[in-house]
């Protein structure tokens, strides 16, 4: 269900990079206001009873693969939207007791 879980997203006009992200703290950027800015998007595991997040995200362009957030820790990614302003993410979440869910992470047009 959920209600057992608190997702928490930030998107941010940060730099590009492979890196794992940090959560963006004060002064870490803008929102990323325009449609064509820089996006980074962190995914908070804060799961009710404490179960590993299972994420997979992915865009028509790119596949971020399977990932295990521990509980309490967090992960995200850098993107750019491309110039048709078509830029999607999806994310499939499971955890144990947890169930399977679908959200569109990102849209560009989404506010």
Not at 57 to 81: A, K
Request: glycine residues 10%.
């Amino acid at each position: 269900m959920v209600s057992f879980f608190i997702l928490t997203l930030f998107v941010a006009a940060l730099d590009v990079s492979d890196s794992v992200a940090e959560a963006p703290g004060p002064g870490s950027g803008g929102d990323g206001f325009f449609p064509l800015a820089k996006k980074h998007v962190v995914i908070h595991n804060v799961i009710s009873n404490k179960q590993t997040l299972n994420v997979h995200c992915n865009s028509s362009d790119d596949d971020l693969g399977l990932i295990h957030i521990r509980w309490n820790r967090y992960w995200g990614f850098r993107f750019r939207v491309n110039i048709w302003e078509t830029t999607r993410f999806r994310c499939h979440f499971t955890w144990y007791g947890g169930g399977s869910h679908y959200f569109e992470i990102f849209n560009v047009w989404r506010r």
